[in-house]
Each structure stands twice: as C-alpha cells, then as structure tokens.
C-alpha cells in the first residue's frame, strides 16, 4: 500500500502579483512532492491565495475595482505563474471560497465551544500593510518593525486565548524537535515564546470584505487568523469524511518571517484548542535579498520568474522550457535556510553558465559523443564498473540524507 504524503506551502497574499520570493516555498514544495512520488508515496500537495483583510480591500479600491474583481485577477496572476513555473500541486485554495469560509466559521465555533475565545476591547496599533498588531514597546520610531505605517486602533474584539498554549507549545517543541526546521528557527521560537505569549485578537470591524464571525455580522475573523485555517480548509474538513487522509500535513513550507508570530506558535495553538493534530514538520527558509534589501512588493524590486525565465531564452537562446528548469534550478539551489541569499542578474548568469551549461552540458555532450565513438551510440551491454557502482550508492545515500531533513 502506498503511504500518503501531505505537502502544504505558506498562501500567499494577494495585494500584488509573484514575484521569486513568494515563488520559494511552492518550488520547494514541488521538487519534495516529485521526490516523494518516486519513492512510491501517494502525494498530496495544496497551494493557495489569502484574499481576505483590509489591505486588500484598498489595494482594490486604489486600482478601481470591486474586491472580489481584484482577488480573481491576482489569483489568477499566481495560478498562471505557478503553471508556467511547472509547480504541479493537487489542490487550490482561495480564502473567498464558500469551502473556505464555511469550514473557516466553523473552527472558529470550535474554539467558542472549547472555551478559547472570549470578547474584550482592542486598543492598539495596526500595521496595515502586515496586517499586524503591535504593541507600543514593539514601535521603531513611530513605525512598525517591519518599517511600515500603523494607525491606532479601539474595537470591542474577540480574543484567542494564546496564553494559555504557552507551556504545551514549548513542551510539543521539545517532545518534537524536528517540528521546526532547521534547528537554528526552533531556538528563535522557543525564545520568543518564553517572552511571553499575549492573548491574540481575532477579530475586525466589518469593513465588507472578510469572513464574518459565527453569530457576529458586524465583525470579521481577522485576516491571519482566518488563512491560517486554509491548511485544513483545504483538505476538506469538515465535511469531507476522507480529509484525515490529507491532514496532518507531512510537512509545510514557509518563509522565515511567518514563523515566530503565526505558523509556530498561533497556528499550532489553533490547532491544540480545536482539538486538531499538529503538522509534522514546518520547514523554513530565509529570505531572498536584493543586494542588503528584502526582494518584496512594497519596496517595488521584485523579479518575476516567468520573466526571468523568458529574458533567459532571450539572451541565451535555449527554449522557455529549459529556461524554465534553469530558474527552478537557480532558486532550489540557492534556498536559503539559515541564511539569506541574494539574488543578483550576474550571480544567475553564473549559475546558468557554470552548473547548466558548462558542467552538466559538457558531461552530457562527452558522454554522447563517447557513446557513439566506442558504442555506436548505444548503452553498452555489460555490467557497470565497481567503481561506478560505488560513486552512484554514494551520491544516493547522500541524497537520500538531503532530501530527509528537505535540504534541497
């Protein structure tokens, strides 16, 4: 019988259109999908868009457009990149899908039933462009640590009992220590859980776009709070009888800024109180810099890798298709872990030349040309030298101990 994998990746945010950044975790997440499937493992892999939260709707209103028109287009922009980029993932989430909001409403009244959600008032700062709230002590003159405007906030709010997930948090890290990878994150969450976890509020003013609280018309289920559950929306729970074999996730791939805040400690929280299991490993990478700067929408530097790929062809001569492969190829190679990378035009120029087309298109262009000067261009029928034989079982363990720990 084969043995299921799940695959999850970090949803995107749809205020902007893919760039190579956003395009790491669903890269990553492709290449271990393909790598389990030749193992025989029946794999499920989902990807997504966040399209909720009241940054979206003025990114729609500045451009003109209703939200929901502004959401399709965007999404649209990913799904497309995402094809062209030949990511072949199983299923895809929109958090303005009915599936989405009604099982979305539904771990909500999960957590009321359990006892995790009460109601009080909000006073605070907002990071509108995070949509992020931040304590005063958390401000860096005048800003949000991020660099971004925040605006005062007071609201009657519901609040998620994070607190209370404190010490089952650390103590599911230590039973676990491979839930966060690599070890150098693990530490970071466990520090910033023994800061102190606050009470997270999970809920908005009802601006006209969001998920609307069970019960409560007049709030929305905050925007981070409700894409989280897209990992679980996404399978098919609730209603769906058969999305336990979908959940928990195998594994889920996620950028190094979402980790502290969200993924490692509110999600897995959510989780606990809804009485829901745990992903098994999340897996984190760094950032991809612009020289010392962060490649992201705000600062306006981003790359997209469709276009990379076709100015490659352009400048190369290759086809969009090997131009394709050479992209995946640059950003898997370079996936940063405990460190982040820099992307440079001149540094993918050298990776193209040297690992693609000196070294592994000379070995290939030797090969064949051997192949027919001693073989007639036929693979020789006789058994392989041990040496051969020695360098192959080396490079496949080497592989295979790689690809364990997702060290692409």
């Known amino acids: 019988m084969d043995q299921r994998f799940s695959i999850v990746t970090a949803i995107p945010y749809v205020n902007s259109i893919p760039h190579i950044g956003t395009s790491l975790d669903l890269l990553g997440a492709d290449v271990c999908a393909r790598y389990r499937k030749m193992h025989g493992d029946k794999v499920w892999f989902l990807a997504g868009t966040d ?29 497309d990149t995402w094809d062209a980029m030949n990511v072949r993932y199983d299923e895809f989430i929109r958090t303005t899908e009915h599936r989405h909001i009604e099982g979305c409403q539904e771990f909500f009244r999960r957590l009321q039933a359990n006892g995790h959600i009460y109601t009080g008032k909000y006073e605070g700062w907002y990071d509108v462009s995070t949509e992020t709230f931040f304590k005063e002590t958390d401000l860096i003159d005048g800003k949000s640590p991020d660099g971004n405007p925040v605006r005062w906030v007071e609201e009657e709010n519901y609040f998620f009992k994070l607190s209370a ?34 009470d997270a509020c999970v809920s908005r003013a009802n601006p006209g776009w969001g998920v609307p609280v069970p019960g409560d018309e ?5 925007v981070w709070f409700d894409a989280l ?27 190094k ?6 993924h490692a400690t509110l999600w897995p929280a959510m989780l606990m109180g809804a009485g829901l299991p745990l992903p098994k490993h999340l897996v984190v990478h760094g950032w991809v810099l612009w020289g010392q700067d962060k ?33 995946r190829y640059y950003m898997v190679s370079t996936l940063p872990y405990e460190n982040d990378s820099s ?19 000379n070995a290939l262009n030797r090969s064949l040309a051997m192949a027919h000067k001693f073989c007639e261009g036929k693979v020789p029928d006789a058994p392989v030298e041990l040496e051969a034989q020695a360098a192959i079982r080396t490079a496949k363990q080497g592989v295979e101990a790689a690809m364990g720990v997702y060290r692409l």
């Open 51 to 79: 399209e909720n939260g009241l940054k979206i709707r003025e990114a729609a209103e500045a451009a003109g457009k209703s939200p929901q028109e502004f959401v399709d287009e965007i999404s649209r922009h990913f799904i």
């Open 165 to 198: 997930f404190e010490q089952p948090l650390l103590d599911y890290i230590e039973a676990n220590p491979d839930f966060i990878i690599p070890d150098a994150k693990r530490n970071e969450v466990i520090g910033f859980i023994r800061q102190g976890l606050r």
């Open 218 to 222: 007049s709030k929305v289920i905050y």
């Open 229 to 255: 559950m897209n990992y679980v929306t996404g399978t098919g729970w609730p209603g769906d009888p058969t999305w336990d074999q979908r959940w928990p996730a195998d594994v889920q791939w996620l950028g």
């Open 257 to 262: 800024d979402i980790l502290p805040r969200f």
């Open 295 to 327: 490649i992201s929408k705000s600062k306006g530097n981003v790359v997209g890798p469709v276009e990379l790929a076709k100015m490659l062809a352009q400048r190369s001569g290759c086809s969009e298709e090997v131009a394709v492969d050479a992209v």
């Open 343 to 361: 992307f440079t035009h001149d540094e993918f120029d050298r990776c193209y030349n040297s690992d693609l087309a000196n070294d592994l298109g």
